[in-house]
Structure formats: structure tokens, C-alpha cells
């Protein structure tokens, strides 16, 4: 056992900045490890919806987002992209919406004329989005105002690291870092175009699962347009052919987006597991080892609730 104190949290995207401020919330002396600046991760490439959960039955997975919703609540009003605002969820099959969804805010049928063309059938929900250009920065302010530090670092071996507790928030990179077949690359993009229209709503081609999609999703004067998942590729670079592909869908889908200026693209690798792995390990010299990562295209909407996890597990490993 070293006598090194305090936390290390390795990653600074989405995932690590909210268990790093939980555990400086918790008491403990926190700094932030990242190989990439938090304004280059991954998360920066999120389309920003805080999601439903469809396919994962899991009561944890209920149990996060509702903690994610309950803490981006809060950030109402700040500016800082975080608010509700109504989201269409459409299917090119007709299909019913599912029961539990019919007592959800702003829950509404949506009639034909307000479907995209190739659409049959699709629900209104009162939704939280994030525009994550505005929310990372805060949330960077938000873990230094608690003390913590972030330093920047590749790491080769989690174990190396000198501290009391380390926290592997890696992403996709905690590919190199753990030995995890579960773990997959799901590259997506999206394209990036002016809100030339004023567009005050997101839409989401259901079901889930799709290899591509088409997706909106307004943050103040641009419009993400999504959406594509390769699974297995790595490179997190945008694909000039996928570009293509998504302005051609959404010029059928949706023409006078697709007339939109387009202004640029973003690109990013989703960490996919089949579940998230939120899970301590003890280090051959005693110390503990939390993993918080492979939360797929779900990081944003099931941080909080993950971050309050690694809290939870780590007091039970070692007491309040
Ligand atoms: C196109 C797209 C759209 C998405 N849309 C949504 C959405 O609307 N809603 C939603 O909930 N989710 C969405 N997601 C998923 C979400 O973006 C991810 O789940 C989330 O960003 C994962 O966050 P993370 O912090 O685990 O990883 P990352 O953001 O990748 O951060 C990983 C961090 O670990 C660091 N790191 C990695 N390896 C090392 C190392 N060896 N040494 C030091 N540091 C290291 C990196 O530098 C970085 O700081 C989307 C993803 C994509 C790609």
C-alpha cells in the first residue's frame, strides 16, 4: 500500500467530469487525469438528448437517467444549454407508442401532417437536451470550483497511477488500459448546419438499434443532423461519404433542412458495452480500482447517475 492520497480520475470526458465532481462533492481530493483536453473528448460530439430507455430493462439503468434528469433539472435557466424542449420520435413502420411512454410531460400522438416524408407513425415527448458546447465548459468551471485539478497525461497502466483511489473513465480508450472484450468501437457522426429555419424541436427516427438514422437536433443557430453507428471502427474521424449519405436522407426526409448551410461536421467513438461497467477491483497492492465506462451512445443520459455510483461502490469498499 502507497501513501499516496486522494483520487485520480482517468478521463475527462462527460463521464469522468461528473464522477469527479460527485467525489469532490464526497470529500475526496480529486484530480482529473486526461489524455485529451475535455473540449476534445467524444463527449463534446454527443447530438445532446438525454434519451429514453428503450431496450435496456435494467432498474439501473431506469435508476441513472432519473438521477441525470433530476441534476440537469437544476441547470434550468442558467444558460448553459441545458432545457426541455419538445422532441418527435418517428418510425417509418406504423407502430404504437409504448404505454409507460403516454404518462410522460408533453406525451402526445403525432398527427400525420407533422410527420417527416417516409414516416408513419411517431409521439411528441417534452424532452431534456444539452448543447454540449456550452454545458462541458460549465461543468469544467463546476469540478475546479470544488478544487479539484485536471491534468493532462496519457496513461499506460492504471495501476501505475499514485493515488489512494483511481477511477478509469476512459471511454474507448479503456480498451488499451483493462482487458474487456465487451467492449466495442460505435463510430458516429453528424453533419452540422445553421438553424436557417429557426427549428425550436429535435426529431429521432425509431426504432433504436439502426446503423443509420435520421436525427435533428437544434442547439441555438446550428442543427446537428445524425445519425450513423459503425461498429468496430476506431478512428473518430468524420467520413465525407457518411456526409453525403446524411444529407441525401435528410433532403428526402426533411428538404429544407437539407438546404440549410452546412457548416461543418463532428465525429466520435462511443464506448459500447452490452452494460456499463461500474465495478471496483482491488490493485495487487491493495488499492482500489472503480471502472466507470462503455456507456454506448447513453453517456450523457446516464452520467449523473453512474458518477453516483462510483460513490456508492467505493463506500462500500471502504466505508463512509
Ligand atoms: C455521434 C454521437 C452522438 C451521441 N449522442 C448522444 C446523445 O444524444 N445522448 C447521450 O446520452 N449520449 C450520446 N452519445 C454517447 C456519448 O457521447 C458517450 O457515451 C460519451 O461521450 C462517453 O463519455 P466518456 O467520458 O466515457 O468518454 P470520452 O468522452 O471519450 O472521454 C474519454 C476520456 O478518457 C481519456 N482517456 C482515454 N484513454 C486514456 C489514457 N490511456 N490516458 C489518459 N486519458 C485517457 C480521454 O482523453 C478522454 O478525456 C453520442 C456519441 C456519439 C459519437
Known amino acids: 500500500m502507497t501513501d499516496a492520497r486522494g483520487a485520480v480520475v482517468v478521463g475527462a470526458g462527460i463521464i469522468g467530469l461528473t464522477t469527479a465532481v460527485r467525489l469532490a462533492e464526497a470529500g475526496h481530493d480529486v484530480d482529473v487525469l486526461t489524455a485529451d483536453d475535455p473540449l476534445r473528448t467524444t463527449s463534446m460530439s454527443a447530438t445532446g438528448m438525454v434519451g429514453l430507455r ?57 398527427a400525420p401532417d407533422e410527420l417527416p416524408n417516409g414516416f408513419r407513425s411517431g409521439f411528441w415527448l417534452d424532452m431534456i437536451a444539452v448543447d454540449l458546447d456550452l ?33 478509469n473513465c476512459s471511454g474507448i480508450g479503456a480498451r488499451h488500459l483493462v482487458d474487456d472484450p465487451a467492449l466495442r468501437a460505435d463510430w458516429g457522426m453528424h453533419v452540422i448546419v445553421e438553424n436557417a429555419v429557426g427549428l425550436d424541436h429535435h426529431f429521432m427516427e425509431i426504432p433504436p438499434g439502426l446503423r443509420r438514422w435520421i436525427s435533428w437536433m437544434p442547439h441555438g443557430d446550428r442543427i446537428l443532423i445524425g445519425g450513423a453507428s459503425v461498429l468496430d471502427r476506431d478512428d473518430g474521424a468524420p467520413d465525407s ?13 426533411r428538404p429544407e433542412l437539407a438546404a440549410c448551410p452546412t457548416i461543418g461536421v463532428n465525429a466520435g467513438v462511443r464506448p459500447q458495452r452490452d452494460s456499463v461497467r461500474v465495478e471496483a477491483e482491488t490493485l495487487p497492492d491493495g488499492r482500489t480500482l472503480v471502472h466507470n465506462y462503455g456507456h454506448g451512445g447513453r453517456g450523457l443520459t446516464l452520467s449523473w447517475g453512474s458518477a453516483d455510483e462510483v460513490v456508492s461502490v467505493l463506500t462500500d469498499e471502504r466505508g463512509p
Open 54 to 110: 428503450f431496450a435496456e430493462p435494467s432498474e439501473r439503468v431506469t435508476r441513472w437517467r432519473a438521477s441525470t434528469v433530476a441534476e440537469l433539472s437544476g441547470q434550468f435557466g442558467r444558460d448553459v444549454g441545458v432545457r426541455r424542449q419538445p422532441g418527435l420520435l418517428a418510425g417509418r413502420d406504423r407502430f404504437d407508442a409504448p404505454d409507460r411512454l403516454r404518462s410522460f410531460p408533453g406525451f402526445r400522438v403525432a
Open 135 to 167: 454545458y462541458m465548459p460549465d461543468l469544467v468551471d463546476r469540478l475546479l470550483a470544488t478544487g479539484a485539478s485536471v491534468s493532462h497525461g496519457h496513461v499506460d497502466d492504471l495501476a501505475s497511477i499514485d493515488a489512494e483511489v483511481v477511477v
Open 241 to 253: 461519404a457518411v456526409e453525403a449519405e446524411l444529407l441525401d436522407i435528410l433532403g428526402r426526409t
